[in-house]
């Protein structure tokens, strides 16, 4: 059997494309790793996931054949990666892609002309096995794959794997899926466990999945319910570093070239070789994979959080962080790393060298505000941890206030906890932690909400709920449903003097919300008038106008007329607008993640908050202004 001819990872890439491209494909640059209209995933996780559209045929594909390399993340267990060699969050993949186009017998005889012409890669045919969907109660045996690798390509029968829905039947969440044919590279005896048995579909390393055929015909609902799709469809994933893996006779995806090329400056910066400390290794395993991922995370703007793929996001550097203190390295350097992850990839992902700066910058921020906190974190889990191992205190568990201090104070997320508890075998109480979360989280929700004091149980019983009618006029008649006064209670009347609310049943005046104040104004019944300071909504929905008595008297039941300040009202509509402008005008100098954290707008300003990652620069304001 004859050994793989050497291909660089890069290489490997752009023969794929082209090869596909010459069977009449549509090559088109990878889709962000961040869903689009697709609540089902937090990050792409394969070829074919950002294409689901075009699959079940709701949308037109630009062409009906396409090709892509993909950049994936699939983050199902994080806290194993680095310590096997297989596994990572990053990968890329390859596809071919039919839309209702060309199915099975192009699809295989495409995947096994490149894998085994002279050509294209020129695998030893000899070492390639497929496999085949074996069936199960609800889908038959695809002897239509089988017939093919067969009759028409030539496998003896008795190489032809059949395999159940596991191996066999590819699907994610939702969304179109079918039986898959798969194809196996013998690596070898030198990557095989040895067990008597062993063999296609063995766990060991020997025999490795190179290609995945997805005869994509279901559309699952997500429960579990298949309808037959419009079309028939091809998905097909190859992962590249795996391909890479076999063409470099390379033991795992870390010693592919391009991804050794990360790990060798980390090492450099370590001082720690890959190969000599099985500790260390799995240290720069950690890092390598996980810089990978996150920079190509920030480059398709997910920003470090509490929540979501932000969260995922500072998982991962902040477990980098960690690894890299337990290599020795007391400084950030991560941000250092991830140029070498751009240069390896400038030429098939221009958006990092086009972001490269910005990229950086996020990374950096992210670990100098770590670095600050994880030595004394990381000191007081570790005594924490000893004492518990001691059993000097009464406490066998790793308390949930201790780890939400971590959180909090040091910003150690929950997950990193648990793992370093994990290495060394102890339990959390992650319920007592979620509570302190849900508390911290109903605390900060309290304080923003607007206490005016006027959720009384009086104003509970003021009967007949507001019109607003300020969007189209500024002046109106209503009837005073309540007066209260100075102390929020209930009073009949008003006499000149008194400062006081009033409650009407219609009304021009907005009330503050949104971070936009209220309307001033006056309310009046003949001579008696008054002075309208601000507008407030109560908890019970009612418009409150808050103000005092100028003149003359009021009573409950009275019908007024009220008349907004105009001129104010003008100015803060103006300013309102300016905040949206400046938030569209953020957006495009710093970068889509720039969301709406809380706005002040009044008649004189309007200030509008935001998180981003560091203090703008004078040239960045410059261009918002
Ligand atoms: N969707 C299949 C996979 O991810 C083939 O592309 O393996």
Redesign the pocket.
Known sequence: MSQPKYYGLNELREMFLHFFETKGHLRLPSFSLIPQNDASLLLIN???APMKPFFTGEQEPPRHRVTTCQKCIRTGDIENIGHTARHGTYFE?L?NFSFGDYFKTEAIHWAWEFLTSPEWVGLDPNRLYPSVFAGNETTPADDEAFRIWHEEIGIPKDRIFKFGKEDNF?EHGSGPCGPCSEIYYDRGEKYGCGKPGCTVGCDCDRYMEVW?I?FSQFDNDGEGHYTELKQKNI???MGLERLACVMQNVGNLFEVDTVQNIMKHISSIAGAHYGENAKADISLRVITDHIRSTTFMVGDGVVPSNEGRGYVLRRLLRRAARHGRLLGIHHPFLYQVCETVIAENAFAYPELVEKKDYIIKVLKVEEERFSKTIDQGMEILTGIMDKISADQINQAVFSGEDAFRLYDTFGFPIDLTKEILAERGLPIDEEGFFRLMDEQKKRARDARKDVSGWDTDEMLAVEGKAEFIGYEKTRGQGKILALLDEDGKPVDSLTEGMKATVVLDSTPFYAESGGQVGDSGAIARGKSIFRVKDCKKSPTGQFLHLGVMKSGLMNVGDTVKSVVDEERRMAIMRNHTACHLLQAALRQVLGTHVQQAGSMVDEHRCRFDFTHFSAMTPDEIARTE
């Open positions: 394969s070829g074919m993949m596809g590819w995945n997805v998905d097909t994933g």
